[in-house]
C-alpha cells in the first residue's frame, strides 16, 4: 500500500468539517473513520513528538509515554457505559471507581473493528520509543500509577518523526485494508492547528481546510459544550484558531494544503468536490453528490445576535471576515 494517500480534513470547528467527511467518505476509494483524534489531542503523537523534540528528562518521558499509550488504548473497544451515564457518574464523583473500561474517555470509536491490528499496533509503538522500563517510582507519580517506569534517551527529531509516523501509517494501512479502499481519509476539526507537526510524521499528507462565514462559525460553537458559551468569548477564541492556522499555512508548502469556502460547497458542490480529488489525486465520484446540500443555517448569526453582540462579534473576527472575503 506504499502508494496510499493521507487525505486530511479540518477547519475552526462547526465550519463544515463533519459535512464535508460525510461526503468524501462516500468515494469508493476513500476509508471511513470516527473523529479518531490520537493524532492531534493533548496526550497524542503530536503532543508526545512536540514536548520531547524540545525537551527531555527521564521523568517526562515516563509520564509522556505513559500518557500517549493511555489515550490509544482507551480507542481500542467501546466503553461499558454511553457518554451520558459517564457524565452522571463524573459528577456523582463515582467514575474513579470503576474500572477503566468502563469510563475510557473516548468511548465511541471502538478502533479495533476499523484496525483489528490496532491493539499489537499500540504495543509494538510503545516498545519501539521506549528502551527498557524497571521497577521504580518517583515523588510525581499519580497514587495507584503502575509502579515502573519506561526509560528512553533523548533521541533526534527526526528519528522520533520516524518512528510516530510508521506508526500512523500501519493504522491507516489497517483500516484501508480493512474497509477494502485505497486511500485515508481522516477529519478531525484541529488538524488545522497542527498541521506543521503531522508533516513531520506524515510528509505525504495533504490538508484540505474548510472555512466558513466566521460570524456563523460563532454562532455554532457558542451552542457547543467544548467551546465558550458567551458569543463575544467564542469569537476571541476562532480568531485565534485561525491566526494561529495562518501561522502554520506560511511554513508549510503551498502544495501541501487548500482552502474550499463551505458556502461555496453548498452553492457549487460538483465543481468543488472535483477541485478536491483533484487536489489528493484521486478521481472525481459522482456517488459524491449524492448527499443534498442546504444553507438554512446561513447567517443564523443575524437571528441569534442582538445588535450589540453581533457588532463586537465582528470587531473580534474582522481579519478573518478580510482574509476569506466576507463582508
Not at 468515494?27 to 471511513?32: D, N, R, V
Not at 459528577?91 to 477503566?100: A, E, F, H, V, Y
Not at 465511541?108 to 521504580?136: H, I, S, T, W
Request: aromatic fraction near 12%.
Amino acid at each position: 500500500m506504499g502508494d496510499m494517500k493521507f487525505c486530511l480534513i479540518g477547519g475552526s470547528g462547526r465550519s463544515g468539517t463533519t459535512i464535508l467527511r460525510r461526503i468524501l467518505s462516500r468515494h469508493p476509494a476513500l476509508s471511513e473513520v470516527p473523529e479518531l483524534r490520537f493524532l492531534v489531542d493533548p496526550d497524542g503523537l503530536v503532543d508526545f513528538y512536540d514536548t520531547l523534540r524540545h525537551g527531555w528528562s527521564p521523568y517526562l518521558f515516563d509520564v509522556k509515554l505513559r500518557r500517549l499509550e493511555e489515550l490509544l488504548r482507551d480507542m481500542e473497544d467501546p466503553a461499558y457505559i454511553s457518554g451520558g451515564m459517564k457524565l452522571v457518574l463524573k459528577k456523582l464523583g463515582l467514575s474513579r471507581m470503576l474500572p477503566r473500561v468502563f469510563w475510557r474517555r473516548y468511548y465511541y470509536v471502538g478502533l479495533r473493528k476499523f484496525a483489528p491490528n490496532y491493539p499489537q499496533l499500540v504495543g509494538e509503538l510503545v516498545y519501539d520509543l521506549k528502551e527498557f522500563d524497571f521497577r521504580g517510582e518517583w515523588v510525581g507519580m499519580g497514587f495507584g500509577d503502575r509502579p515502573r517506569l519506561a526509560y528512553a534517551g533523548r533521541v533526534e527529531a527526526e528519528e522520533l518523526a520516524a518512528k510516530l509516523g510508521k506508526f500512523y501509517r500501519n493504522v491507516a494501512n489497517a483500516i484501508v485494508a480493512e474497509q477494502e479502499v485505497k486511500h485515508y481519509l481522516e477529519k478531525n476539526t484541529w488538524n488545522i492547528l497542527w498541521f506543521d507537526r503531522i508533516l513531520d510524521l506524515v510528509p505525504e499528507a495533504k490538508f484540505v481546510h474548510i472555512y466558513r462565514d466566521p460570524r456563523d462559525v460563532v454562532a455554532s460553537m457558542s451552542k457547543q459544550p467544548w467551546a465558550p458559551s458567551d458569543p463575544e468569548l467564542c469569537a476571541v477564541w476562532v480568531s485565534d484558531i485561525m491566526s494561529q492556522w495562518w501561522r502554520i499555512r506560511a511554513s508549510v508548502p503551498a502544495e501541501s494544503f487548500m482552502e474550499v469556502k463551505f458556502e461555496t460547497l453548498v452553492e457549487h458542490p460538483e465543481k468543488t468536490l472535483e477541485g478536491i480529488c483533484d487536489f489528493w489525486g484521486i478521481p472525481m465520484d459522482k456517488s459524491l453528490l449524492s448527499l443534498k446540500l442546504n444553507a438554512h443555517n446561513r447567517g443564523r448569526w443575524r437571528k441569534q445576535f442582538s445588535p450589540l453582540v453581533a457588532a463586537n462579534v465582528e470587531r473580534q473576527v474582522k481579519p478573518v471576515m478580510q482574509a476569506y472575503d466576507y463582508s
